[in-house]
Structure formats: structure tokens, C-alpha cells
């Protein structure tokens, strides 16, 4: 069965970095055209996605927040980084991972809240 | 960068009614198109990929149509579980760039 859980803190100061981390079962990142991405939304917001690290770890990345994002992964231990510099209050929001196939994000996190507020 | 525009915003609707969600893509996606449920506190549920490729467990009530730049997500008799946020997303580019979410369309009971 196929899970994925994020964890990373729940308050960042302003201009401080998040680590936020993906931990996933079910699957491996070594195998060909498994892909695990993050999206985030704001309360009350729609979903925007952030980034996508893929089994031979090629990485994508939103245009707009593209310098501030770096994503990696440790596939002996299975899971997925993604940091943020430079947080912001309007980065506040909740932050999700997927398993992303060629269909699709057919398996979410259940998501970790990061508020950003000194 | 492609655009999706969903329509409407929000929609008020009774069980047992039929609704259609549409989103318009800025440019030809071909049939590169999903479709989300979000429950409030949730993730979101893949329901539709490939515009209208429906996902393993949803319900048959669920449909959706079009290619293009115009889709459709179609709940042919709402049940009350069917009360939720709905997204769409293109994925054109992939694998190179993915993705853009629509802005969502909140259905909720009359």
C-alpha cells in the first residue's frame, strides 16, 4: 500500500529556511517513472504546486519560486527534501506531497501547516 | 505558462442533482487534464485523468469530457459526499514542466 507522510516544522520565523521532509512506503524512487512532487495551499486557497524530483533525479521547479526551492531525494531511505529560503508570511500554507505518475498525483500526504510569523 | 481557468467559482446544488464543472485551458492541452476532490482538512482525491479516464474506486456518477482547451467534470446525481472543492490540472508539458491547478469550484448543498 502506497503512503506518503510530510513532516517539518509548524512555525518558521520570517527569512528563516524550511526543510520539510516526505517520507513515502509503497513504492521506490529507483524505479522507472515513479515521481514525487510537492504542492502547497494557502488557507482558504487553491493548490499551487511547488516541485517534482523524478526516479533518475531529473528536478522541476515553480518558475516563480525557483530560486528559493531545492528538492532532493534519499532513495535508501525513502524519502523526499524540499527546502524554501527566505519564508515569508504569505508562505503560509499547507504543504503536501504525491506520488506523481504519468495519470496523475494518485497518492497524497495527508500535509504538515507551516505558519511563518516572527 | 498555460493557464486554467475553472468555472464556475462555486455552485449551490441539491442531492440528486446534476452539475458540470467546466475548465478552459489558455492554450491546446490536448487531453492532458485531471480532475481533484478536496474535502475540507483533506488532500485532495484524484477522480479523472486523461480528461476522462475515470480513477480506480470512483464512483461511475463521476464523469468527464472534452479535450483541447475545453473539459467538463460531470456528477451525473449528487450523493452528500459529494460536497467538496473540486481542482483540475494540466499536465501538457510533462514530463518536462508539471503542473498548473485551476482555482477550484466549490460545490455546495442548496
Known amino acids: 500500500q502506497v503512503s506518503l507522510k510530510e513532516s517539518g516544522p509548524a512555525l518558521v520565523k520570517p527569512t528563516q529556511t524550511l526543510t520539510l521532509t516526505c517520507a513515502f512506503s509503497?513504492?521506490?524512487?529507483?524505479?522507472?517513472?515513479?515521481?514525487v512532487s510537492w504542492i502547497r495551499q494557502p488557507p482558504g486557497k487553491a493548490l499551487e504546486w511547488l516541485a517534482r524530483i523524478d526516479w533518475d533525479d531529473d528536478k522541476f521547479y515553480s518558475t516563480s519560486l525557483k530560486t528559493r526551492l531545492t528538492i532532493s531525494k534519499d532513495t535508501s531511505k525513502n524519502q523526499v527534501v524540499l527546502t524554501m529560503t527566505n519564508m515569508d508570511p504569505v508562505d503560509t500554507a499547507t504543504y503536501y506531497c504525491a506520488r506523481t505518475l504519468i495519470k496523475g498525483y494518485d497518492v497524497w500526504g495527508q500535509g504538515t501547516m507551516v505558519t511563518v510569523s516572527s | 505558462a498555460i493557464q486554467l481557468t475553472q468555472s464556475p467559482s462555486s455552485l449551490s446544488a441539491s442531492v440528486g442533482d446534476r452539475v458540470s464543472i467546466t475548465c478552459r485551458a489558455s492554450?491546446?492541452?490536448?487531453?492532458?487534464l485531471a480532475w481533484y476532490q478536496q474535502k475540507p482538512g483533506k488532500p485532495p482525491k484524484l477522480l479523472i485523468y486523461?480528461?476522462?479516464t475515470l480513477e480506480g474506486g470512483v464512483p461511475s456518477r463521476f464523469s468527464g469530457s472534452g479535450s483541447g482547451t475545453d473539459f467538463t467534470l460531470t456528477i451525473s446525481s449528487l450523493q452528500p459526499e459529494d460536497f467538496a472543492t473540486y481542482y483540475c490540472?494540466?499536465?501538457?508539458?510533462?514530463?518536462?514542466?508539471?503542473?498548473?491547478f485551476g482555482q477550484g469550484t466549490k460545490l455546495e448543498i442548496k
Open positions: 490540472q494540466q499536465f501538457a508539458d510533462y514530463p518536462q514542466v508539471w503542473s498548473t
Open positions: 492554450q491546446a492541452i490536448r487531453s492532458a
Open positions: 509503497g513504492f521506490s524512487l529507483n524505479t522507472g517513472g515513479m515521481r
Open positions: 486523461d480528461a476522462s
